[in-house]
């Protein structure tokens, strides 16, 4: 099956300047996560999405951030403004519901805010 | 209680070694404790999990050693090979395994030597 796709790839901002995200999950998965992996850390999760419903945003930095998921297929992470801080790889993952077969991650999108 | 705590930082072994990472956790609600893998440029990928009520899983040259009482676990990689080289997440989710937040420890780069 094809993996879960991610673009853009790397992405340079300046702060206070905006950015989105953009995955594609793969295909039949419900559940549908954008992690924060900031330099030398484990991924931390963002947002939770079942479906194009929102599960889990307890971590989700509103004041800046936002995230859609349309008709419950792909999904956007948006960033406005940036702050240096937010320099990561931001990853999104899918899965299956009632399945143990665990997440599948994209790559990522490596973004670096100057 | 949400902490994941993993060490070490980073582990250098030699071709055919053993490498071990721990991991300690302290909400007893934890219910699934899976390991995953990161080569650089890409996602996270399982690699293998586990659940409290056995104490150990084996598959291939990776076993999880799992202690409830002491509230840690641990991965082995036996016969190290320099293409095992990458960083290592242990996690811990509670509820449903695969719709439930991931919480990653900080990460261990490996680095096994010819």
């Known amino acids: 099956e094809a993996g879960v796709a991610q673009s853009p790839r790397y992405k340079i901002i300046e702060k206070r300047q905006s950015v989105a995200f953009w995955c594609n999950p793969i295909?039949?998965?419900?559940?549908l996560y954008w992690y924060q992996q900031i330099l030398g850390q484990g991924p931390k999760l963002l947002i939770q999405?079942?479906?194009?419903?929102?599960?889990?945003d307890s971590q989700l930095p509103k004041d800046r951030f936002s995230a859609e998921r349309l008709k419950g297929v792909d999904s956007t992470l948006k960033i406005q403004p940036a702050k240096l801080e937010d320099s990561a790889v931001y990853l999104c993952?899918?899965?299956?519901?009632?399945?143990?077969?665990?997440?599948?991650f994209g790559s990522g999108t490596r973004l670096t805010v100057v | 209680q949400q902490q994941v705590k993993q060490s070490p930082q980073s582990l250098i072994v030699q071709k055919g070694g053993i490498s071990i990472i721990n991991c300690a956790y302290e909400?007893?609600?934890?219910?699934?404790f899976p390991w995953y893998q990161q080569f650089p440029g890409k996602g996270p990928a399982l690699l293998i999990a586990?659940?409290?009520?056995?104490s150990e899983k084996k598959e291939g040259r990776f076993t999880i050693s799992f202690n409830k009482s002491a509230k840690q676990f641990s991965l082995h990689i036996m016969d190290s090979q320099p293409g095992d080289s990458a960083t290592y997440f242990c996690?811990?989710?509670?509820?449903?395994?695969?719709?439930?937040?991931?919480?990653f420890g900080q990460g261990t780069t490996l680095q096994v030597k010819p």
């Open positions: 999405f079942q479906n194009n419903g929102v599960v889990d």
């Open positions: 996690a811990a989710s509670k509820g449903s395994s695969n719709t439930g937040k991931l919480i």
């Open positions: 993952a899918s899965s299956w519901v009632g399945r143990e077969h665990g997440y599948t």
């Open positions: 909400n007893t609600a934890f219910d699934y």
């Open positions: 586990i659940r409290p009520d056995v």
């Open positions: 295909s039949g998965h419900a559940t």
